[in-house]
């Protein structure tokens, strides 16, 4: 526990803290962070209207962020999702592989990984630099799978070492210690995970048989997962996923394919054919804005690859090159945006 600052301190001070580089006030014998503005990131200013019909607001720059993926790399990668091209160096983290996370429109967050890492870190997707420690989670897990909110993050599945059924929760804007949400329907590790602003959709794993349930929760509510329906096409490890604010999109899975299948948020059951991706990989790492959803890194075989595509989520169709990561160590990590469909 820190210690009290001195009681010398007026209230009111403000002081840089050098280790989060945020900008903290002296109020009630404690030090607290101060909430600053972010840069837009080249955002159109106000609401638009996507493909799918949906009043919402998309920033023309929104980030697509994706963190390190081997036990060799400690890079995080970033590009902006509406202009293809190649991905830029962001900074760096303490996490390695088989960690995940989400993001709100400022923030990203991510936890866990190998060798059952318990330790939760963050970002500010705007501004470039390294990870922060943010907290932890109750068990050191790797294999896990993350999907947010503008508010939360929900963290489930994995192994510790053992398949465990767990979902933790944390509030984006609050650093701090992960809670108890409730619990899959299955305990299995090596899920794919995306959200809508009201829904988190679990889908896929591993319990050591691919599996192609889906599970659902309502991410402002504790509780157990419930049955959403099945994986008709893409089944098994990491069955990747990204989303707009009405559709979810199951990206590849494990053994390799080439499929893309969606669902719908608002109405369960099973899920369809999108289209399929220009190279068969498993260990996909995908995120979106409401428009856009790309892939990024994965393995083809026993070979990773930096290679990443995208699809426009509100039309079936195939997935198209976009560009390259920084590294093929992208092999199975994190992926988020400040631009995805549960914001």
Known sequence: MALKPPVEVPQGAIRLNTDS????????DQWWEMATDV???GGNGGPSTDPTGNSADHPSGARAVWTAGTASTDIIDYVTITTQGNAHDFGNTTLRKYNSGGASNTRGVFGGGDPNVDTIEYITISVTGNAIDFGNLAVGTRYVAGCSNQTRLLIGGGKTPSFVDTIEYLTIATRGDAKDFGNLTLARSNCGAVAN?????FAGGYTPTHQNIIDFVTIASKGDAQDFGDITTSVGTNSTQCGSTTRGIVWGGYPAGTNIDYFAFATKGNTVTFGDTTMTMKYRNCTSNTVRGLAGGGQDGPGNRNTIE??????????????????????????????????
């Not at 602003?197 to 959709?201: A, I, L, W």
């Open 21 to 28: 580089q945020k900008l903290e006030f002296f109020a009630q």
């Open 39 to 41: 840069p837009n990131l």
């Open 197 to 201: 602003p009201t829904r988190g959709v």
């Open 310 to 343: 995208y699809i426009t989520i509100a039309t079936t169709g195939d997935a198209v090159d976009f560009g390259d990561l920084t590294t093929d160590q992208h092999h199975s990590c994190a992926a988020f945006s400040n631009g995805h469909g549960g914001l």
